[in-house]
């Protein structure tokens, strides 16, 4: 592995972005078109992160289930807004076992439909409620465009599903898995600060009443939409009739909830905090938080490099030893730079003698060293130091890349000049964001929770609301 292979991030993102996923041994891509396989050092991320949220969402009262991949197509074709919204990704199965089905069955492109006809048959009472499941799995939309980790074909996620009594607690559990779960995971985990706020009528999930987003920044300017979670209000439950007796034996509907969370994350991941010399993870995130590199991994220099990693391996810390004897030095620290290693602990004869501790930080490439005696001490400062940092830095990225406009000129002069989000006064008006889009391949990202008077940046009228737009991926 050499970074002379890698292209500069900062003159062509797209191809850094192409070459540092499969230099870092993250993925590879899939022989069915726009599928991908996950290697050991890139599926070790999304277990970091399956832990993160698992803990969080168990806590909360919610518990993990699976149901069938396969969907009848009936299920889907039940409500109108999400069969229209998924129409053109769905794969469609029309034989099995050598025979024509019956009924074309939906390779699963999300769970509603099939989850709810069971909630239908287990919700009767309001005894049953609130009803909440969470299942990881693995999704099919068929894209016409895709990019490892940000758009496949197949991905992998998290999907809740909850049913309530009442609209303010399904409200309350909607907030819940956005601010709570996923905006504290994004930072404290990955380290990586964005906005929160409300879809537009044209950008909300497919059935929903509304949708709730985090919205990130990318180097190039351009928004990821980076996790999702809907108030469905009660558009399902009329569909599949999940109906409960309340406690005044009064027939009524659940109101219910969807969020997920999927593996395009890593993809924000690599691009928001990877640099010319390859991936930057965040110690929390990282599968090697901390990799032992000896000059020459044998006698008392390996020896030595064996203790530091017992020390560390005590304290709960990620560690691997790199003693393989058919790379050279110089390729180790290479390589353990391209796959973004947090810290890296070079060891030599120099360092055994004066029982010293050479180290590189991941984040800033700088160099240092502490006596052997403090390895642990310091490590775990760096670490925590590195996740501090990093998120400090990706919060500032965010607010230099957020400008205003007061009018369309100035929304496309932003464009033009800086792109990043722009914040406006807008009134949400599908006709109007499908002609911006049109003619600026700008969308609304989100409203903010935040209001002031002021005019609408396209027609000129009056409103309160604040949001969001920007270029996306």
Not at 182 to 190: G, K, L, M, Q, T
Not at 332 to 351: D, H, M, R, S, T
Not at 433 to 438: F, Q, T, V
Request: charged share 25%.
């Amino acid at each position: 592995m050499s970074k002379s292979q890698l292209p500069k991030k900062s003159e062509n993102s797209s191809e850094w972005y192409t070459a540092v996923i499969q230099l870092a041994d993250l993925v590879d891509y899939g022989p069915a078109k726009g599928t991908m396989i996950m290697k050991p050092y890139g599926y070790a991320i999304w277990e970091l992160v399956q832990q993160a949220l698992n803990e969080r969402i168990k806590a909360h009262g919610v518990g993990n289930a699976y149901f069938p991949l396969f969907i009848p197509m009936s299920f889907l074709e039940k409500e109108k807004d999400h069969i229209d919204g998924f129409a053109p990704e769905l794969a469609v199965v029309t034989h099995g076992g050598g025979e024509k089905l019956e009924e074309p069955l939906v390779v699963r492109p999300t769970s509603e439909t099939i989850m709810y006809n069971s909630y239908a048959k287990w919700i009767h009472s309001w005894r049953d409620l609130p009803l909440m499941m969470n299942q990881w799995n693995n999704v099919v939309r068929w894209e016409k465009r895709t990019t490892p980790f940000l758009r496949t074909s197949e991905f992998l996620w998290q999907e809740g599903h909850t049913a309530h009594a009442t609209h303010e607690e399904a409200i309350a559990m909607q907030k819940w898995a956005m601010d709570d779960l996923y905006v504290e995971v994004y930072r404290d985990y990955f380290a990586l600060d964005g906005f929160v706020g409300y879809k537009s009528q044209s950008e909300r999930f497919a059935g929903a009443a509304n949708t709730l987003t985090f919205e990130q920044m990318m180097p190039s300017g351009k928004a990821l939409q980076s996790c999702t979670s809907h108030d469905l209000g009660q558009h399902f439950s009329e569909v599949f009739d999940i109906s409960f007796q309340d406690q005044d034996g009064n027939d009524s509907k659940v109101w219910q909830t969807s969020w997920g969370f999927s593996t395009r994350s890593i993809g924000g991941l690599i691009l928001a905090h990877g640099d010319d010399n390859g991936l930057r993870l965040p110690p929390k995130i990282a599968p090697i938080q901390v990799v032992v590199v000896p000059v020459k991994p044998e006698g008392e220099v390996y020896e030595y490099s064996q203790k530091i990693v017992d020390v560390l391996q005590r304290q709960g810390v990620r560690v691997e030893l790199d003693a393989r004897d058919d790379q050279s030095f110089g390729y180790k620290l290479n390589k353990w730079e391209v796959k973004g290693a947090p810290i890296i602990l070079k060891i030599g004869g120099k360092e055994a003698e004066a029982q010293t501790v050479s180290y590189r930080r991941r984040d800033t490439l700088e160099d240092s060293s502490f006596a052997v005696n403090e390895t642990a001490t310091k490590v775990l400062e760096l670490l925590e130091t590195i996740q501090h940092d990093m998120l400090k830095e990706s919060t500032t990225f965010r607010d230099e890349h957020t400008r205003e406009a007061a009018t369309y000129e100035e929304f496309k002069q932003c464009l033009e000049e800086h792109k990043g989000f722009i914040k406006v006064h807008w009134e949400d008006n599908a006709e109007i964001e499908a002609k911006i889009k049109e003619e600026t391949k700008a969308t609304s990202r989100c409203r903010l929770e935040e209001t002031s008077e002021g005019v609408d940046f396209y027609t000129g009228k009056p409103t309160h609301t604040v949001w969001l737009f920007a270029q996306s991926y």
